[in-house]
């Protein structure tokens, strides 16, 4: 089973290169494509940190990521290729 996840935060930067959040929230919310109904939540250091093992799950699949800021019609699509923290810690 395939699922999508959603990513929140207060804020974001996109450039070429780079898409950044702010403040973005604790968990990850994932969940399968029809027909299915089910819901997981998974935190969001342990989903950047699975691009981070050997076994890396995204390898041979990168990421796309919709891009839609709250008040403006941007809206993008983009290839995740890795994740990283930054230094951001939750609480």
């Known amino acids: 089973m395939t ?3 959603v990513q929140d935060a207060h804020g974001a ?4 290169n780079f898409l950044t ?7 990850n ?10 819901v997981r939540q998974v935190a969001t250091a ?3 940190s699975l691009r981070d093992k050997s076994n890396d799950v995204f390898k041979d699949d990168s ?3 919709n891009c839609r800021v709250t008040g403006e019609t941007l809206s ?3 290839e995740l ?3 990283d923290l930054g230094g951001t810690t939750f609480p």
């Open 3 to 5: 699922l999508l996840f």
């Open 13 to 16: 930067s996109l450039n070429e």
């Open 21 to 27: 959040l702010v403040s973005a929230s604790e968990h």
């Open 29 to 38: 919310c994932g969940f399968p494509d029809r027909p299915e109904r089910l």
């Open 46 to 48: 342990d989903f950047v």
């Open 63 to 65: 990421q796309n990521t």
């Open 76 to 78: 993008r699509v983009v």
């Open 81 to 83: 290729r890795s994740s």
